[in-house]
Structure formats: C-alpha cells, structure tokens
C-alpha cells in the first residue's frame, strides 16, 4: 500500500520505493529457502539483494525523517533490519563453512522465518503509520 501525499519528501519517497524492492527481494528469498532448505545461490542472492535494499531504504527514511530520537516504529525496524542482517550472516557463513546447497540446520532455518515475518510486520507497521498521518 503505496500512499503518497503532497507533504511526503524526496527522501521518504525514495526510501518508499526503494523498500518495496528489499520486499520482493528478501521475500524471494525466504521463500527459496523455506521450501529448499537448502543455502542456494539464489537464496544468498535474493536475501544479499533484499539487504542492500533495505539498508538503502532506511538511510533514506532517516535522512527524509522529521522525527527526531527514537520511535516505536524506528525500534521495530531497526530491530527487524539487524533481524535480516544476522540472518543473511548465517546463511552466508554456512555457505562457506559447508559450501553451496547444504541442507540449513533447523534452528536456522526457523531463525529465518521468523526474522522475515518481524521484518513484514516493520514493513506494514509503517505503511500504516504513512497512511494514518496522511
């Protein structure tokens, strides 16, 4: 839900842009994943790709951001961002440990899926508040 008014800046317009391709990104991802269970090339790139993205958006929503200091929303996604970030880490680190299309050990494999739902649930939380303070 893509709400766009006349008071929302360049930088949280980009930022709104540009997180709805760390969406698609890390959701292809996850879903590779979870159905393969294994670390592919296409899992690593897709969650690579999602993380760049995601930083990218979040730079831009801080520097288009009017808020000063720490918010709800701020806490939830900086949480959910370091979620992906530890996530991409271990999947990474277990390619290189055990090389490519290693079957991903459970507790890992469940790490992931809920990192990526807390990461949805920051992605609709602030698609809510854009369009609760429209």
Do not use: C
């Not at 294994?38 to 993205?53: C, D, E, I, M, N």
């Not at 609709?124 to 508040?129: E, H």
Request: cysteine-free; aromatic content about 14%; hydrophobic content about 50%.
């Amino acid at each position: 839900m893509l709400v766009i008014n006349n008071s929302m800046n360049t930088f949280v317009l980009t930022g709104t842009i540009i997180v709805f391709f760390a969406l698609t990104f890390y959701t292809l991802g996850i879903v590779k994943e979870q159905k393969g269970k294994t670390v592919s090339k296409y899992v690593l790139l897709f969650l690579s790709l999602g993380l760049v993205f995601d930083i990218s958006a979040t730079v831009f929503m801080i520097a288009g951001s009017s808020v000063s200091g720490i918010s709800l929303h701020g806490v939830i996604g900086y949480s959910s961002l370091l979620g992906m970030l530890i996530d991409n880490f271990l999947l990474w680190r277990l390619r290189f440990q055990k090389g490519l299309n290693t079957a991903v050990p459970n507790g890992v494999h469940l790490y992931s899926r809920y990192a990526y739902t807390w990461w949805v649930i920051a992605f609709v939380t602030g698609g809510l508040l854009v369009y609760l303070n429209r």
